[in-house]
């Protein structure tokens, strides 16, 4: 996990990353995109290294990561559950998915547990309405989830080992 690597060697692995494209504006999302799926985030100095190298100012890096919801400024978990909350789940009770994940888990959306292994959020829509609620682990889809399914799934990935249905 990133936040188990050394100081030095996130730097190595960000001006690695950073020096694989020309340092030209419009490679600025494709260097963010890079630097989070190396690190499950945008670290600050990935944030700075980028601003430097295509020759910005980091504001205008730090506007793009937060636009675009797809970024994330704090270190994701693990198992990054992503619960879709567009109109077919909503109805379908992706409410309740959110509340158990918070039972069990003690997240909620926008929050990683303290051991750095879960993490929750929302999205507007993972399209796969015919199959909700739905939830995404890791890319991985959970279709028509319900209340003692999520325990199921949150089991699967390590989670509540010694814990009982309840």
Same mark, same amino acid.
């Given at each position: 996990?990133?936040?188990? /690597?050394?100081? =030095?060697?996130?730097?190595?692995?960000?001006?690695?990353? @950073?020096?694989?494209?020309? =340092?030209?504006?419009?490679?600025?999302?494709?260097?963010?995109?890079?630097?989070?799926?190396?690190?499950?985030? $945008?670290?600050?100095? %990935?944030?700075?290294?980028?601003?430097?190298?295509?020759? /910005?100012?980091?504001?205008?890096?730090?506007?793009?990561?937060? *636009?675009?919801?797809?970024?994330?400024? @704090?270190?994701?978990?693990?198992?990054? *559950?992503? /619960? !879709?909350?567009?109109?077919? !789940?909503?109805?379908? %009770?992706?409410? /309740?998915?959110?509340?158990?994940?918070?039972?069990? $888990? =003690?997240?909620?959306?926008?929050?990683?547990?303290?051991? =750095?292994?879960?993490?929750?959020?929302? @999205?507007?829509?993972?399209?796969?309405?015919? $199959?909700?609620?739905?939830?995404?682990?890791?890319?991985? @889809?959970?279709?028509?989830?319900?209340?003692? %399914?999520?325990?199921?799934?949150?089991?699967?990935?390590?989670? $509540?080992?010694?814990?009982?249905?309840?």
């Amino acid at each position: 996990m990133a936040a188990d /690597v050394k100081a =030095g060697e996130t730097a190595e692995e960000l001006q690695r990353i @950073v020096n694989h494209y020309p =340092g030209e504006k419009r490679y600025i999302l494709a260097i963010m995109q890079d630097v989070q799926g190396e690190f499950k985030y $945008l670290p600050k100095e %990935g944030l700075e290294m980028i601003a430097a190298h295509v020759n /910005v100012p980091l504001s205008r890096v730090y506007s793009m990561a937060t *636009f675009y919801k797809a970024f994330s400024l @704090v270190p994701k978990g693990r198992i990054n *559950f992503k /619960v !879709c909350d567009g109109t077919a !789940c909503h109805i379908k %009770g992706s409410n /309740v998915l959110i509340d158990q994940i918070y039972q069990h $888990l =003690g997240i909620k959306p926008g929050e990683t547990t303290a051991d =750095g292994e879960f993490s929750l959020e929302t @999205v507007n829509c993972i399209g796969a309405c015919a $199959l909700a609620p739905a939830l995404v682990a890791n890319e991985r @889809v959970h279709p028509k989830v319900t209340s003692a %399914g999520i325990i199921e799934i949150i089991k699967s990935y390590g989670g $509540l080992a010694d814990a009982t249905d309840n």
